[in-house]
């Protein structure tokens, strides 16, 4: 599965938040960081640290690593 990041932090908890290529709720294509394609959204996470420290996943899409607040 494709994973991505939104290059736009949310503004109340500063993460950037992964998804899945074809989830509903990512943001428009020119706002995200393509991650590459994997077997686990545990993957897609670490490589989504390499360009920002605070990420977490999509609730929707990603729930594996969605940290419950």
């Known amino acids: 599965m494709l994973f991505v990041v939104n290059k736009n932090s949310q503004i109340s908890t500063g993460e950037h938040k992964i998804h899945k290529v074809d989830c509903n709720m990512k943001p428009k294509y ?26 977490d996943g999509c609730k929707y899409c990603c729930s594996e690593i ?3 607040k």
Do not use: M, P, S, T
């Open 66 to 68: 969605h940290l419950k």
């Open 30 to 55: 020119k706002n995200v960081i393509e991650l590459g394609d994997f077997y686990e959204a545990k993957v897609a996470q670490c490589e989504a640290r390499k360009y920002f420290a605070n990420v």
